[in-house]
């Protein structure tokens, strides 16, 4: 069995299966901005029916914004699956956690997710309700920073000298140096996946090429992947 399995739904949407666990961040949004791409009819279609985005335990959303969080998405997987639990830092919904105040964790049997208040990147959204994520399960760590600053001080006292085996960070942090650093000298992951990417036939800006570029100059990280088309499957054993 693999200690965690990943599985790219759109930009940074993924399934995380961690242990016998089942997490989704931001994998469920339908409005798409310009430059990146969205769960479409065709891709919603496929991921209900998919093996990997089936029986969600946890549905967790770093932020709000329309490229990460659909309400209409995420009421039809509760309404399959309601049982779920939905862990977002807005009130949403009635049965829901909210994130509030710099940190709080959630624990469910051996997995422990630790959420901690990160500054969201451009001076523009600085206020945003925004959260990162550290889950923890059978000594395997997962960091989700959502679309945290690069190189924020915030994220370096979150991590607090604990071993990151797996980062999953935007591509920004790989195409900026000040990003790479970081990465190298404060993350240190055993394994980075970079994301939050558009598909083709959205990369006006040429986003892909460029986080191919920047993943290639990462040092010191044994594993670098890039997560382009929808549901990419990653496994690390």
């Known amino acids: ?24 961040s ?27 985005f089936a029986r969600p335990e946890l549905l967790f959303y770093t932020h709000c914004h329309p490229d990460h969080y659909s309400r ?18 807005e009130q949403e919904f009635d049965s829901q956690v909210r994130l509030a105040g710099p940190g709080s964790h959630l624990t469910m049997g051996d997995l422990r997710m630790d959420f901690f208040q990160l500054t969201h990147e451009g001076p523009q959204y600085r206020e945003v309700p925004h959260y990162g994520c550290i889950l923890e399960c059978g000594g395997f760590r997962v960091l989700i920073a959502g679309d945290c600053a690069v190189a924020d001080p915030r ?21 900026l140096r000040k990003g790479r650093h970081f ?12 994301y939050h ?8 800006w ?6 191919r570029k920047g993943a290639a100059q990462v040092e010191g ?17």
Do not use: K
């Open 183 to 194: 990465i190298q000298e404060t993350i240190r992951p055993h394994h980075l996946f970079v």
């Open 72 to 89: 209409a998405l995420t009421e039809q997987v509760l309404a399959r699956d309601p049982a779920a639990i939905l862990v977002l830092p």
């Open 206 to 211: 040429g986003y892909r090429e460029a986080a």
């Open 155 to 175: 994220l370096a006292d979150f991590i607090g000298g604990r071993q990151i085996d797996l980062a999953l960070l935007n591509f920004p942090w790989v195409t």
């Open 26 to 52: 931001d994998a469920l949004h339908d409005r798409r901005v310009v430059g990146f791409s969205t769960v479409t009819p065709e891709i919603w279609n496929i991921l209900q029916a998919h093996p990997d």
């Open 1 to 24: 069995m693999s200690r965690c399995q990943i599985t790219l739904s759109v930009n940074a949407g993924v399934a995380l299966h961690l242990g016998q666990h089942r997490v989704w």
């Open 197 to 204: 990417l558009p598909f083709q036939q959205n990369d006006r």
């Open 221 to 237: 990280v044994p594993d670098v992947r890039v997560l382009l088309e929808p549901f990419q499957r990653e496994i690390i054993a």
